[in-house]
Structures are given as structure tokens and as C-alpha cells.
């Protein structure tokens, strides 16, 4: 019988019809099944700050608690003025702190950005990974995913109703599968 | 008589013994004259969210209206994670939107980045730095300021006492106002 | 009677039929009078060595004495490996040497990027602009220049046959002469 | 038994005492037994050229029968005006071509960043980083090896005498065998 990791997913959009979210939703449903995966809320969290480390608002210890026992780490988001959106960075900044308590360290993480743009949110994708390796998160390179012109592949529903994308995104899943069997290996 | 211009600078960190803030304190105290510089803070903000452009939280209204009217923008920064503090970001992004309304648009920047290792931030510096060309903010190259070590710079009531930085940061400073008159002569 | 000023334009791939010198020929083709450009060779030159520095090889020479009397330079690169040529890094790393004699300091630059697939060359593109920073070079924000599919953009002489880019590369040209004029007026 | 993995050393700089040749060495004096590891020399090779796949010099072949068949790839590379030197970088854009028959394809990487400056290479090393996503090159995160100030390291027979130093790169390489291992398991 194989083995099933938790993956926590943040998705770096706060808006609610965001196609970032959707994209995430589409990358559950396709995900193979040694994947469960979750989204990790990161709206309305207090903004880090170092002197709060000691009395930490509830929802810093919220968000920790929630991804400190996954197994791996699944970003899915836009780009915001060419980087990383500060509500996203914001999250990934309350995670990695107090300073020796990071509950990153060590998680595979994957990355797929998103945008209505051509682009594909290639700045964001790659500042995040510059993050990764101070973090402790063995990234993994390929399949790379940057999907722009995303306004153009759902439905009213939501629905991903771009066929060749949503292949796509089921390989990137189970390249990403493979790649956190690899790095946590339970057995 | 010559022009003054009016400057906003961000601290990228929120904690009261910051480094960055007193680097920053340090910047406008060894400025040319012709530089007015203010700190605008950026604590305490809502996390950007487009669903609000419609109804933008109070927060957000009053720092793009401190920001807009402003002649230029100087940084000052530390490194969380080998990129900009989500803090920052946010604020840079609520300032880019709604959408053609930025106020960071056309305004020349500088940017410090200031850390108590050895590295002194250079990640964060050039993040910023890629965000500055989408939002059109012509950035100033030389002198780069890369402030490593900054927890032995200062006295315990936050006074610069290494003079060959303080007189960097004057030089670095007098190339800012040079860099700003260029871009936004008035006469 | 309004100024000129001479433009070196560097190439970063070297192939016969490269979309890259189309597009630079095409950038060439729609500059306002203002500017005089001229594409700067740089294949076939020896990869740099600082041991060479005190017997540099000829075409080390010949290029720096190319670029020194430019007034700007404009970059035009493909993206190889998600960054910038091999071949045109070096071109940088030869003209940036010996230490304190490069041919860069002070020329305000330029880059536009063009490649076959979406994302346009991103990469290469803003890690030139992190050179740009240590060069002392002005770089412009905006517009941005990623030119994707770019092999659908030319008739088989080598003409760009595509008007809305054609149409943007001079509207690019325009923003870059302003540029260079502020930053090299010589009345 | 252990198995034992041969792994590339690419050098990013062709000066004779270079401080990164130098640290190469010192890297494979101090690595554990399971990695056997080699220079591959980078230097004379023809810039890329796509017109020359077909006829590919003989320098290109050479380059990439060295690199085809080894476990893994270890860069130590100095920085070159804030980005990857150009000779390092025309190595790698000549072992990824022809397209599909790239030679980095699924070698895990590790870099080491070495400068006799303060900042000790961030700049080449991220940018690497970079091109390895692209490459399918799996990059060991942590621990991160920005060597500064690398001139004080040596002394004049080129032996590295900064205990502190060599320790870390001791554990460094302890890091990468197993990372290499992780990925290219044999059994």
C-alpha cells in the first residue's frame, strides 16, 4: 500500500473570484491520490513584526499550526509589480519565525504562478524561489509553471475548462508527488 | 536659490529598535538640504485585496495620500528571507492600486538595505529593485548600499557611531538628491 | 537644432537568421532622428581572464574602443537557461575591465528582450538589469520590451511584418531617446 | 558497501590563482569518500553559436563527453558584475544544446559562491539558481555558501588556513553527497 503525504497549499491572491484560487482548486482535482491537499488560509494576518514574537496574535499561531505538520508545500500565485505579493511573502515571513522555529524547514516545496498576462508570473515564481533556499525548501525545478492569459481558461463556474492546461497541470502533479516521496520518504 | 524636493522613506521592518529605522534616522540626518525627507510608516496596514479597491479601508487611502504628492521614494530595507519583508511589499503594493492609479508612478527611487549579517540584504535590494521597473520608479544604480554588520553601528540611543558608514551614507545621500534633480527638475 | 547621441546596440545571440538582430534591426529602423545607433560585434571574442589583463588580447580592444564613446547602449538579448547569453555576459565582463577603466560607467542602457515562446526572455532581461546596477548604467523602467513569439513576427527577408510590435518598438525607441537625453545632456 | 558518486566541479573563473580554483581544491580535499569529484576545465571554448550545432567544435564535444556522464554538478563561481560570469555561463549554454540533448538534464547541483568581497558572490549565486530550474537540475537548498573576504582565506602555497572555513565547507559537502545521493540512488 503506498503512502499519502499532506500538503499544505497557499494561494497568493485574497480576491474571491481569484484565478489563482481557482488554479488551485483545479490542481486539487487533478492531483494523484498519495496527495491530500489543503488550502491554508493567509488573509487578515497580522503583518510580522519581530517585537511581537513573544505575544504572537492568535492568528500567527493559527497559520503555524496549521503548516507545521505537512508534509510538503504547494504556492500557487500571482505576481504582483514583477514580485512576490506582500500578503503572500507576509505569510511565508510569520511561518519562518521565531528565528530557529521555522515551519518550513526541510518541506518540499512546489510553485506554479498564474496571471492574465502573457508572462505567467515569471518574477514572482522565481523571487519566491530565491525564498525557498534560505527556507530550507527543496524547490522542485521542472515541470516549471508560469500559466498566463489564465482569465481565458475557466468557466462561470470555476471550472478549468482549457484541456490542454489541465493536463498539464495533472503532470505537474505527479512530477510533484514524485518529487515529495523522494524528499520524505516514510518507510 | 535652489529647488528642494520632498521625499517619503519606508522602513521596511516594524520593530521600535530597528536597525533599518535608525539607518534611516542616520539618512535624513547627514541629507543635503535640498532633500525634505519624511518617514511614512507602513505598520499597522490592511493586506491588499483588489475585492476592496471599491472600498478601501481607511489605511490605504491615507498612505497613498502621503506617498502620492511626494517628489521620490527612498527604501530602507532589511532582508526576511532572502527577499523584501511582506510588510514592505504590501505597502508597495496597496500603493500601485486601483489599477492606472499608482502612486509610485514616475517617482525616482533609492533604495538601502541594511542587516546585521554580512550580506547586508542584497536580495532584498535587488527584489525591490525588479518591482521598481514595472512601476516605473528609475532607480538610482551607484552608490549600491548594502549595510552588513548594522548591529555594531550604533550607540544605545540609536546614534550612528561608525563614521567611514556615516560618511557613505552622506555621500550616498548627495548622489540621491543628484539622482532626484535629474528626474524631477522643477524649474 | 536638437542633439544626437551615438548608441552602441549589442546583439546577444549569434546565429545568421537570430529574431533577436531582426529586432534590432527593426529597433534601428523605427528611432527617432535623435539617435544614431550601430550594432557592436561581439562573437569571436576571447572569454575574459583578468590574467590577460596586462596583454589583452586585440578583439578586447576593438570592442572597448567601440563602446567607450557611446553615448548609451541598448541591449537586445534572447534568454538562454532563463538568463543572459553566455556570449553576451562575456561582452559585459570584457568591457567592465581592467578594474576601473570599464566602458560602461555612466551610459544609460536599455533592453529589450525577445524570444520564440511566451514569457518573452523575463529572465535574461532583469538580470541584465541587476548588471546594470553594479555597472553604473541608468537603466529605463518603462516600457518594459519582452517580445514573445517572436518568430511569428517577420516576413522571410527578415521584416517585421507585425504593425502593433513594430508600432511599440517605436514608442520604446522614443521613451529611450528621452532617457539618454536626460541623462547625457550636452548643452 | 556505499556506493560512491562522481561529480563535475566547474570552476567560474580562468585567473590562475583564481580564489575559486582555489577553493575547488579545497572542497574536494575536505568532501567524504562516497564522492569522487573532478575539474572540468571551461576555459578556450568557442562561444555558443546555434549555426554551429550541426558542425559543433570540437572543444563543445569535449566539454560535453566530461559532463554527460557524471552523478552531479558542483559550481563554485566567483561574480562578475552582479550575475554569473560570462565563461561560466557560455559552459552551461553550450552543454544544453542541441535542444534535448542537454547535459545538466536531472544532475543534482550545488553552488558555492566565493568573492573577495563582503557579499560574498549572492548576486552569481542566485542567478545559477536560476538557470537550474530551467535545467531540470535539482539544487541543494541549505546550507547556502556565500564565501566573502575569500582573499584572507589562503596561504601563499594556495592551502586554505581559515579553520572556521574549511569546517563549513567540510559540512557543506557532507550536505551535498547527500542530497547527491537522494536523487541518483543506485541501488
Known sequence: MSETYNIAVLVGSLRKESLNRKTAQTLIAVAPA?????????????LYNQDLDATAPADWAAFRNKVRPV?????????????????????????????????????????????????????????????FVFLNMPAMAQPEAYIGHADKLFDEAGTMTNDGTKKFLGTFMESFAAWVAIHKKKS
Chains 1, 2, 3, 4 share one sequence.
Open 71 to 131: 508534509d510538503a508545500v504547494l504556492f500557487v500565485t500571482p505576481e504582483y509589480n514583477r514580485s512576490v505579493p506582500g500578503v503572500l511573502k507576509n505569510a511565508i515571513d510569520v511561518g519562518s519565525r521565531p528565528y530557529g522555529h521555522s515551519v518550513w524547514d526541510g518541506k518540499p516545496a512546489g510553485v506554479v504562478s498564474v496571471s492574465p498576462g502573457a508572462v505567467g508570473g515569471f518574477g514572482a515564481n522565481h523571487h519566491l524561489r530565491q525564498s
Open 34 to 46: 498519495s496527495l491530500k491537499l489543503e488550502i491554508v488560509e493567509i488573509g487578515g494576518m497580522s
